[in-house]
């Protein structure tokens, strides 16, 4: 079993910036790929940005390019999302997911099998 656990949400000004982690435990953690979600409420869960777990390809939505940096510490079994330029429409709960379906896109959400419990982002105007 995989464990999943962010931490670094808060509260921020637009315009500031957050340091999301995302530590991961498990017996046999050997995800494909890591990635970031946002939930905000009455919104479904929308892909942010994932990193191929071996290789380090990054995928993103288009919204937060130029904004958000995801990476990885595979010595640390840790993903990070570095988020700047953040804006009250980045405001959401984020989860990290892991996945090993390779039959997936890293951007499809259905191909993400492990989730951290969230970790909340407010950024006021």
């Known amino acids: 079993q995989v464990q999943l656990v962010e931490s670094g949400g808060g509260l921020v000004q637009a315009g500031g910036s957050l340091r999301l982690s995302c530590a991961a435990s498990?017996?046999?953690?050997?995800?494909?790929?890591m990635g970031w979600f946002q939930q905000a409420p009455g919104k479904e869960r929308e892909f942010v940005a994932a990193i191929s777990w071996t290789v380090g390809n990054t995928y993103y939505r288009d919204s937060v390019k130029g904004r958000f940096t995801i990476s990885r510490d595979n010595a640390k079994n840790t993903v990070y999302l570095q988020m700047n330029s953040l804006n009250p429409e980045d405001t959401a709960l984020y989860y990290c997911?892991?996945?090993?379906?390779?039959?997936?896109?890293?951007?499809?959400?259905?191909?993400?099998?492990?989730w951290g419990q969230g970790t909340q982002v407010t950024v006021s105007s």
């Open positions: 997911a892991a996945s090993n379906r390779l039959s997936y896109s890293a951007y499809d959400v259905r191909g993400y099998n492990y």
């Open positions: 498990g017996r046999t953690f050997a995800p494909g790929t």
